[in-house]
């Protein structure tokens, strides 16, 4: 099987923009969950997407959301982006039963300037 | 509230010397157990999971770990490393049965010297 693919792997955005990650999970995993990695705050879990519901959220700014689409695959979109936004962005996903163990992809690096 | 310690940030080891990464936990109710280990550059990949049963776990590249539920502990070991084990590790703990996901420990840099 494949793995979780994200698009783009780079992306350089100037602040107050917004911006867009794509997520494609493994198939037939029915969850995917994003995280923000810097060095300073580490890996934080944003958000678990489920049969397209949000099922879990992190503490982050409503600036931040996604959504998930019936083939799984989850898009996070970001807005009125700030510098502190620039980070790693990391999807994971997993087949939705209780094990909780979660394949992460490449990740998206974004950088706002 | 749940938590997760890795009281080392970085640990400098000698290339065929045994290695231990400590992870401390803390959580009301029981939890799924993770180590990740992440090369420059790419995502995070599954080293072992602990979910119920033997509290030794093995994993790949001769990784281990042993879950010490009255020290709420989840140390990794490796009684001997290679250059290519340079990377950073992480501890990750979850709630069972979905009571929360994943939260990560800050890492540790494991640098393995000639």
């Known amino acids: 099987k494949a793995g979780v693919t994200q698009t783009p792997r780079y992306l350089i955005k100037t602040r107050g923009q917004q911006v867009t990650l794509s997520c494609s999970p493994i198939?037939?995993?029915?969850?995917v969950s994003w995280y923000q990695q810097t060095p300073g705050q580490g890996l934080q879990f944003l958000f678990e997407?489920?049969?397209?519901?949000?099922?879990n959220k992190g503490n982050f700014p409503g600036r931040f959301s996604g959504r998930q689409f019936s083939n799984s695959r989850s898009e996070m979109n970001v807005s009125t982006l700030e510098l502190g936004d620039s980070a790693l962005y990391l999807c994971?996903?997993?087949?939705?039963?209780?094990?909780?163990?979660?394949?992460f992809g490449p990740g998206t690096r974004l950088t706002v300037l | 509230a749940q938590s997760v310690t890795q009281l080392d940030s970085q640990v400098p080891v000698f290339e065929e010397a045994p290695v231990e990464l400590r992870c401390n936990y803390s959580?009301?109710?029981?939890?799924?157990l993770f180590w990740y280990v992440q090369y420059p550059n790419q995502g995070l990949q599954l080293l072992l999971k602990?979910?119920?049963?033997?509290?030794l776990v093995k994993g790949i590249n001769g990784f281990e770990a042993e879950f010490n539920k009255s020290q709420t502990s989840f140390h990794l070991r490796k009684p001997s490393v290679h250059i290519s084990d340079t990377a950073e590790y992480f501890c990750?703990?979850?709630?069972?049965?979905?009571?929360?996901?994943?939260?990560f420990g800050t890492g540790t840099r494991l640098k393995v010297l000639a």
């Open positions: 994971a996903s997993e087949e939705g039963t209780q094990n909780n163990e979660q394949f």
């Open positions: 198939s037939g995993h029915r969850s």
């Open positions: 997407y489920f049969s397209e519901t949000q099922r």
């Open positions: 959580s009301s109710v029981s939890v799924y």
């Open positions: 602990y979910l119920s049963g033997s509290t």
């Open positions: 990750a703990v979850s709630g069972a049965s979905g009571t929360y996901k994943y939260i």
